[in-house]
């Protein structure tokens, strides 16, 4: 896969560049150090994923992914960050990006760019459960639009909602009533029914088309 870097930090991009070229199946097309650069190689190199930080002097990363996204709808964003800030968190679910995580675990990036590649959306742990903590900005006058999970039976809808809050199959079960083999069968039917492959693309699809 084709990757650009950018990130405002000299020693994060050469870092990461290190790590990443090192990979038989990864080669690094460019790097940059602010949102304007993000623009530019993404239009002059047409990666298969664009890995980038978020704040940034020159042109944050969430904007130039907003810029980028209205011209190629396709293209494959990550974000990677120090920050878990609710904000960031909701504006990039929203946008589409296909990942977003967090600066701790460098060995773990190369294999979340394969998951991207192979279509999945990727979350790191601590950002999906701020994502359902704060319920994607909803408020207590705020009605979903649950039009999108129209597909759903009732009480599949009622799975969606609890996994995009976080809750594990167990936890399921005990909100809603029902076995652990029942959660997974509904599970699995959710998932056929949507198009999707795993629990956190659930939780994305939640909140991208009904918080």
């Known amino acids: ?40 190689l ?15 002097p020159m042109g944050d990363g969430l904007s130039a992914a907003e810029r980028i996204l209205s011209r190629f709808p396709e293209a494959r964003i990550v974000l990677l960050t120090t920050f878990s ?28 760019l394969r998951s991207v590649m192979a279509g999945q959306r990727v979350l790191e742990g601590e950002v999906l459960e701020r994502a359902a903590a704060i319920g994607m900005g909803a408020t207590a006058a705020h ?37 652990e083999g029942t959660v997974r069968n509904h599970i699995s039917s959710i998932l056929a029914k949507l198009g999707l492959r795993n629990r956190t693309q659930i939780a994305v699809f939640f909140y991208r088309h009904c918080a």
Request: glycine content about 8%; hydrophobic content about 45%; charged content about 25%.
């Open 85 to 112: 800030d609710d904000e960031y968190i909701v504006r990039a679910l929203r946008l589409g990006v296909c990942g977003y995580l967090i600066k701790q675990d460098v060995g773990g990036i190369a294999p979340a």
């Open 1 to 40: 896969m084709r990757v650009i870097v950018i990130d405002d930090d000299a020693i994060v991009v050469r870092s990461l560049s290190t790590i990443l070229s090192a990979q038989s199946d990864i080669e690094v097309m460019g790097t940059g150090a602010s949102g304007d650069d993000a623009v530019r």
């Open 42 to 56: 993404f239009e002059s190199c047409l990666p298969d994923i664009l890995l980038m930080d978020i704040r940034m």
């Open 143 to 179: 009605v979903p639009d649950e039009s999108a999970l129209a597909c759903l039976t009732d009480r599949e809808r009622e799975v969606v909602r609890a996994v995009a809050d976080g809750l594990d199959n167990a936890q399921v079960a005990g909100r809603l009533f029902m076995g």
